[in-house]
Structures are given as structure tokens and as C-alpha cells.
């Protein structure tokens, strides 16, 4: 793709939206909902600003932006979040020279309370799970618990991201849904999280048995292929008709918080979970792929399948 703008020294000339549809084009390898929360951010800074020339962009501006999100309750962790998307993008500009400096100062980003996130209790697990029938929904509520994967994760599994080891042999997943599960059989998920980082995560037991029984049925290249959003409310309602607080990140904490209670290390989750930083897991308060699949192994058995 390309586009028509006139560059001056300093941007004098260059429309912050234009730098937007530049940036975005630039980061096109992101995920689809990365490139779609920078997009929105970015969309919501020029409705506020104004699309003004990127050189005039001061301090105030941002300072406004910042106001006016709070002035509307959003979370300290949503606003920090849009103000990252903003301090990349000004990365980028003065990477291609258009600005010298970011407008945005640390001033600006707001302090993030660091509470313990919230989870499902042991009785919240076997009572949200022994009330879906839906296959799929079922499925992806398992793994969510049993792996620590984000949604988005989950969702953008591949078939051919899944392998199979058995009695020191790798075998493609078509094999466990022609032969079925044996004991022993480990698989592992391939999957890429924040910041491109790719990790590998192993399933076995009960788990793994409930995913190859879905896949017998639901042959397809992406082995959940339903959006986000459509798994969002679809967990919501089936908490609100449990009475129970829910959504898809809260099962990725209950997986957390159970593999910590039952005496994983704290760098294990980290691994597990895909935190780029030891200090994100330790507020559930390079690992071993043995050590991963023990997590994997000891929530499979907490939530009781």
C-alpha cells in the first residue's frame, strides 16, 4: 500500500492521520487485535486533538487526552495501554524522522494499581463446567483453565501448531484423532503471544483427551474458528445465568492462581503464561518444558474434569 504525502523537514505538512495509516501499514505483521487497538487509540487521540500537523503536537495535547479518558472512568490500566499505542507510534515518527522528540512524558502515564487480579474459586470451576454443553465453548473454557493461554491465543491456534509426543516419538495431532489418546501422550500448543514471542505449551490427560474428542468433530485449520467478541458474551451470559463474574481473562487468572496454590514457581507461571516480565507474574503471587507440563498436569487434576 502505498500513500501520497508530502514530507517537509519536521512534518510541518503531515496530518496525524496520515502518520497513522503510515504506522499502521508499518506494523502490519501485528496481530489482528493489536493492529485494531492501535487503530482505535489512535482514531480516539485525533477526535480529541484534532487532526492537527504531527509537528504541532504538544505536551497539552497529550495531557488533554490523558484528562479527558479519565474524565470518562476509564481504568489506569486502559488509559497506561492507549498511551503506549501513542508513545510507539511517536517512536516510529521520529524513527523516520518526521518528529525529534515524543510529546509524551512519564508524567503522563498513570500510576497502575498493582491488585491481585480475580479468579473463579474451586466450586465456581466445577459449577461453570458442569453447566456448558456447547462443544466448542466447553473446549475453549477447558484449555483456558488448564493452560493459562490468553483467548486470543486460543483462538488463533492452528492444527498444524499442535504436536504430538509419544514414547520419545513427535507425531502431527491427526494421529491422537485416528488412534485416540494413549497414556503418556503429551501435546504441545504452538503459540504466539505478545510481542511475536512464540512458547509452546504441553497438554496431557483429561485436557488433551477433551480436545482431540472436539477435534473429531470440528475438523478445521483453525481449530476454533469463532471471534473474540463472539466468545466474550458467550462466557458473560453463561456466568450471569451461574451468577457468576466471568470473562475470558478471569479463567486465564484462575489458571494462575491455582497452579500458584498448588506450589508451581513463580518463573514456571511466568512461562506458562507468557509474561515477558517476572514482575507481571508475581502478582498472582527460561523454564524446563518438564516443569510446564507438571503446571499443566496439576491444574488438569485441581478442576476436576
Given amino acids: 500500500m502505498i ?14 492521520s496520515e502518520c497513522k495509516e503510515l504506522f499502521l501499514s508499518y506494523i502490519q505483521d501485528k496481530s489482528v487485535n493489536t493492529l485494531k487497538n492501535y487503530d482505535v487509540d489512535l482514531k480516539q ?16 495535547d497529550v495531557a488533554k487526552f490523558r484528562m479527558i479518558l479519565q474524565s470518562k472512568n476509564k481504568k489506569s490500566s486502559t488509559i497506561a495501554r492507549k498511551l503506549a499505542s501513542l508513545n510507539s507510534f511517536f517512536q516510529y515518527l521520529i524513527d523516520i524522522e518526521l518528529i525529534s522528540v515524543s510529546p509524551i512524558t512519564k508524567s503522563h502515564r498513570p500510576k497502575i494499581s498493582q491488585k491481585i487480579p480475580s479468579s473463579l474459586s474451586n466450586e465456581e470451576v466445577r459449577k461453570l463446567l458442569g453447566s456448558i454443553t456447547d462443544k466448542t465453548l466447553r473446549t475453549i473454557i477447558i484449555l483456558l483453565i488448564s493452560t493459562g493461554l490468553r483467548s486470543s491465543e486460543i483462538l488463533s491456534i492452528k492444527k498444524d501448531s499442535i504436536t504430538v509426543e509419544r514414547d520419545g516419538k513427535t507425531f502431527g495431532v491427526d494421529t491422537l484423532i485416528k488412534e485416540g489418546v494413549s497414556e503418556g501422550d503429551i501435546a504441545f500448543i504452538r503459540v504466539k503471544g505478545k510481542g511475536d514471542k512464540e512458547r509452546e505449551i504441553p497438554i496431557t490427560g483429561k485436557p488433551l483427551e477433551i480436545l482431540i474428542d472436539y477435534l473429531k468433530t470440528h475438523d478445521f485449520d483453525t481449530v476454533f474458528p469463532i471471534s473474540y467478541h463472539l466468545l466474550w458474551r458467550k462466557i458473560r451470559e453463561t456466568g450471569r445465568k451461574l451468577g457468576i463474574d466471568i470473562h475470558p481473562h478471569k479463567l486465564r487468572h484462575t489458571a494462575a492462581t ?9 518463573r514456571v507461571i511466568q512461562e506458562l503464561l507468557g509474561h515477558a516480565s517476572p514482575i507481571t507474574t508475581a502478582r498472582y503471587a527460561k523454564v524446563g518444558q518438564k516443569q510446564l507440563l507438571k503446571a499443566t498436569k496439576v491444574l488438569a487434576e485441581k478442576i476436576d474434569l
Avoid: H, R
Avoid at 45 to 56: A, E, L, P, T, W
Fill in 3 to 16: 500513500y501520497n504525502i508530502a514530507f517537509t523537514k519536521g512534518g510541518e505538512k503531515v496530518k496525524i
Fill in 45 to 60: 487521540f485525533i477526535q480529541i486533538v484534532g487532526d492537527k500537523n504531527i509537528s504541532d503536537i504538544s505536551k497539552a
Fill in 258 to 266: 491455582m497452579a500458584l496454590q498448588a506450589g508451581a514457581e513463580l
